[in-house]
């Protein structure tokens, strides 16, 4: 008898379920990025490279022919080559002493240099001018000098201050992989200290070196919150991008620089990218051993210059927050919370202005509270929105990454890695650019920026998100594939279960990004639609400083308060078992 | 006929590399079969084709008559258990099993009856409420075992599922699968690379090498009449003599061996193995009186390694080794000891004779 042959061959095979699911979603994915990532940077690609129509590098010989707009290009990239280098020499100091010696609080010490995370950039770009600027505490107040730091000095001050625990996280984790033993095996075939740590351990260490140096160097040339409002006559690429566009209304010429900008970020974005993963393969995956002892001299130097590095990440956050608490700095040290009234700021969003009539009794608080915080308010629902929605859909787009492999997956790997090496005033132009047509209606509205800081962080959030699900072992998928799930339940509850972990922190991740980010959004704003960590900026820019630095003060609160609360509920559901069935 | 499960000149390539190449084999409905060969050798691929997690390049694999080559793997209702156990991390005991349950949306008294005979039958009523984690290695895989059995899948299939044990719980798991397997009728196939689980457990086992079936029998039919010098080897230990035959004659360089008559008096390469329980040890000072003296050798025994029951003597015959086990009575009887030198026979009927170029080595 002659088995039975299914009609229609393959129909099966086709239309499973499962390839309809993957299917869908990677259609889905791809359209997002598309849309909103590969639209707007050619679109600006394309007015730098056309001219009525027709191609033309006029715009470029313009850029490079006239010395006074040249120099934001060298001033990018001389204050981002010497950030980098000193970034990366205090961070890599800083990880040995967490790593390799057995200085004390170091569970403290890491703790602080991971502070300036949860700030929007330019606190560290504030707290400088308020210590060292035209009226600082030290410049004015102590030395009475008429030196002050804006210009190249405060712009590099303050992004080795931001970009430093970005670079010490790298460095950390290469520290930490890399076997101890190494350097106790040198030491123990003769090899003085020094000898050992110029022979082995900055050898072993070199792939995380140099990817942290290309991060900060990335890091430094697409920041824009710091140069603003420190650099003074000081230009770089990224404020005469916003210059160009704001002051001059030229958009061609704020292409140009985009363009000019892209080439030394997408080069150290590319270069990070290559050595973390050549960095990961050094990793042995052995326990780290006992670490022996240090000598006194070597531990107490490591802690005084650790506390010393801690001093620094602290007095910024201190001077801010004072600064937004005293009536005139640096003249008049009394309290007062006049600051927190801020000038009005004209935009209201209905349903919290709603919200707050419906609880608070009218009078002068609730004008306050509801409309004079409305950038706040609409921060803080713009943030909630993004953390949910750029967690589920980094972590969506992960999963179709990681464990579904189909066809066109290295597109969409690609297009999810990209955003990190697109500055965010880049991309923030490109949305001008490409989405502000009449027909465009989501443009205008909050949509527009949550999908703007969704998308700009989407890195992070899937390069989390697959290092997490190559945890997961394959067969377990396909345990409850053979036990009848289909795919949209194996996702649900098993993948989303057992990803729990990497979605809350990428959740806080895109919290984070979303309250403290400015660049990206910079052009978003309108009247109608302000954000909190752009009022920052504005009320600096209108002199009042004290009132930038209290909205400053809000947004790390709200920061704070939120990671709290993530720190509380998720401590509290984390349940028994997780750790893998290994 | 019940509903058996038949692989057609199955294949499955990856590129020019040719995993599974055309292997054919009929499974009768609850028949234990076991897919025994080394790492590599494509056992877990012709598993993963009748799951359905890996496609078929060519070929059939046909169920209850009807061809399943592109039935999605949810679809075909096999159980699986895994090397890993894949237990589900998030869920307690309980909920792994009723898993397939709920999936098959079975009404909520039947789930809680039939987890309850689940846990019966690997006696862990006990440990419902606890997370995989906190479960051992032996427990988290009968676990999976009963997962896999709950929902009734009509085969069950076991990728390597004793691998990742200790040998004692491996042992004791191992007899606890035939079991399950004698009770319920169930088809199983279960895949591994260790010989002697193969053949303690399967009704057939499937040797495989490079992609393709080099025996398929009876555990005892693969251990006793091997059909290839690479089934000789991998199944046990074996001696090997190369040599050249003529009639019932093998010259293997240094001497000439003689062996059962067999096949014509045409010259031809051959290789000859012998298992070493079937070599004969006698000391120097009692030589024995055998049917064939030719195959009486002298010797010295270098190595003795005691294996409980019996022991294991490595033997240098000029420069080349032997193994020869004996019972550990005899080797006690015979005061044998390292360095003694010996007389070593082999009975002609134990060897087998492999022509060259039928198999490797």
């Given at each position: 008898m002659n088995p039975i042959e299914p009609s229609g061959k393959r129909f099966s095979t086709w239309f499973s379920a499962d390839n309809l699911f993957t299917g869908v979603i990677m259609a889905f994915l791809l359209v997002i990025l598309a849309v909103f990532l590969l639209y707007p940077v050619v679109d600006i690609c394309r007015l730098s490279f056309f001219k009525d129509g027709a191609f033309s590098l006029h715009n470029y010989l313009d850029y490079f022919s006239e010395p006074r707009i040249f120099r934001s290009f060298y001033n990018s990239m001389f204050v981002s080559t010497v950030t980098m280098v000193i970034t990366t020499v205090l961070a890599f100091l800083f990880a040995y002493g967490l790593t390799r010696t057995t200085m004390p609080g170091k569970g403290f010490f890491y703790t602080v240099s991971t502070l300036?995370?949860?700030?929007?950039?330019i606190i560290q770009a504030l707290a400088l001018i308020l210590l060292f600027?035209?009226?600082?505490?030290?410049?004015?107040?102590?030395?009475?000098?008429?030196?002050?730091?804006?210009?190249a000095t405060g712009i590099i001050v303050g992004e080795i201050l931001y970009c430093f625990p970005n670079a010490l996280f790298i460095l950390y984790t290469t520290l930490s992989a890399v076997d101890t033993r190494l350097d106790e095996a040198a030491q123990s075939l003769g090899a003085s200290a020094l000898k050992t740590f110029f022979k082995v351990t900055l050898p072993s260490a070199k792939y995380g070196i140099a990817s942290a140096a290309a991060l900060t160097f990335n890091l430094t040339i697409t920041d824009f919150g710091i140069p603003v409002v420190i650099g003074g006559d000081y230009s770089v690429l990224a404020t005469e991008i916003v210059n160009k566009v704001?002051?001059?209304?030229r958009f061609d010429l704020g292409a140009t620089i985009s363009v000019i900008l892209l080439v030394p970020s997408i080069t150290a974005f590319a270069i990070n990218y290559y050595l973390t993963r050549k960095s990961y393969a050094?990793?042995?995956?052995q326990a780290r051993p006992f670490i022996q002892p240090s000598r006194p001299l070597k531990k107490w130097a490591f802690t005084a210059y650790s506390a010393l590095i801690c001093a620094c990440i602290l007095l910024v956050f201190i001077t801010v927050f004072l600064g937004s608490f005293v009536?005139?700095?640096?003249?008049d040290f009394s309290l007062t919370?006049?600051?927190?009234?801020?000038?009005?700021?004209g935009a209201s969003v209905p349903l919290w202005t709603a919200f707050w009539n419906s609880v608070l009794e009218p009078g002068t608080f609730r004008t306050m509270i509801a409309i004079k915080y409305a950038p706040i308010w609409t921060s803080l629902l713009v943030s909630l929105v993004v953390a949910v929605v750029g967690a589920s859909i980094t972590l969506v787009a992960a999963y179709i990454i990681e464990k579904?492999?189909?066809?066109g997956e290295q597109l969409l790997y690609a297009l999810s890695v990209l955003p990190a090496a697109i500055p965010g005033v880049v991309l923030g132009l490109g949305y001008v650019l490409a989405?502000?047509?009449?027909?465009?209606?989501?443009?205008?509205?909050i949509w527009i920026i949550i999908i703007n800081v969704v998308i700009a962080n989407f890195t992070l959030g899937v390069l989390s998100g697959t290092a997490n699900l190559k945890?997961?072992?394959k067969s377990v998928e396909e345990a409850a594939v053979s036990l009848g799930a289909g795919p949209v339940t194996t996702f649900t509850r098993i993948v989303f279960p057992l990803s729990k972990v990497a979605f809350l922190s990428t959740t806080t991740f895109y919290f984070m990004r979303a309250m403290t980010t400015i660049s990206a959004v910079l052009f978003l704003v309108s009247a109608q639609i302000k954000l909190a960590a752009i009022e920052i900026i504005f009320l600096d820019v209108d002199g009042r400083t004290a009132s930038a630095n209290a909205m400053c003060t809000v947004v790390v609160l709200i920061v704070a308060l939120f990671l709290i609360v993530m720190r509380i509920t998720t401590g509290s559901s984390g349940f028994t078992g997780m750790s893998a069935s290994k | 006929m019940g509903r058996d499960l038949k692989l057609e000149n199955l294949t499955k390539r990856y590129g020019h590399l040719t995993?599974?190449?055309?292997v054919d084999l009929e499974i009768q409905e609850g028949e234990f079969i076991c897919f025994l060969g080394?790492?590599?050798?494509g056992k877990t691929t012709v598993l993963r084709m009748i799951t359905g997690f890996e496609t078929v390049t060519e070929g059939k694999v046909i169920f209850d008559n009807r061809v399943?080559?592109?039935?999605i793997p949810k679809k075909r209702e096999f159980g699986i258990v895994f090397q890993s156990y894949a237990?589900?991390?998030?869920?307690t005991v309980e909920e792994n099993i009723a898993f397939g349950l709920k999936m098959r949306k079975m009404p909520k008294k039947v789930i809680a009856e039939r987890v309850d005979v689940m846990l019966d039958l690997i006696g862990l009523s006990g440990w419902r409420?606890?997370?995989?984690?906190?479960?051992s290695g032996g427990q988290q895989q009968r676990v999976a075992l009963v997962r896999a059995l709950a929902p009734d899948p009509q085969v069950l299939l076991l990728d390597?599922?004793?691998?990742?044990?200790?040998a004692k719980i491996r042992l004791r798991l191992r007899a606890e699968i035939k079991r399950l397997q004698q009770e319920l009728k169930k088809t199983m196939i279960h895949v591994t690379h260790d010989q002697e689980e193969a053949l303690s457990i399967a009704d057939r086992v499937v040797v495989m090498e490079g992609g393709q079936f080099r025996q398929v029998g009876r555990p005892i039919d693969i251990y006793?009449?091997?059909?290839?010098s690479f089934v000789a080897d991998f199944v046990g230990t074996s001696n090997f003599f190369k040599g050249s035959r003529t009639g019932d004659v093998v010259d293997i360089r240094k001497r000439k061996i003689k062996v059962k008559?067999?096949?014509?008096g045409v010259e031809e390469a051959v290789s000859l193995a012998i298992r070493p329980e079937n070599v004969e040890v006698f000391k120097k000072e009692a030589p024995p009186r055998v049917?064939?003296?030719?195959?009486l050798v002298s010797g010295r025994i270098e190595v003795v390694v005691f294996q409980g029951a019996a022991v294991r003597l490595l033997i240098n015959i000029d420069g080349e080794e032997v193994i020869a086990d004996i019972n550990e009575k005899e080797f006690g009887q015979r005061s044998l000891k390292r360095g003694d030198e010996i007389y070593l026979y082999f009975p002609p009927e134990a060897f087998l004779v492999f022509a060259d170029g039928e198999g490797k080595k």
């Open positions: 300036p995370l949860i700030a929007p950039t600027g035209r009226n600082g505490v030290i410049t004015r107040y102590l030395l009475d000098t008429s030196w002050n730091i804006y210009g704001f002051g001059l209304q050094m990793i042995s995956g009536k005139t700095w640096p003249y919370l006049k600051h927190f009234d801020f000038p009005s700021l579904k492999k189909p066809r989405f502000n047509k009449p027909y465009f209606l989501i443009y205008g509205t945890q997961i072992d | 995993a599974v190449d055309h080394p790492s590599g050798c399943i080559n592109d039935l237990l589900f991390p998030n869920m409420r606890l997370y995989p984690a906190q479960l390597e599922p004793l691998s990742a044990l200790d006793k009449n091997p059909t290839c008559k067999n096949g014509a049917d064939e003296p030719m195959n």
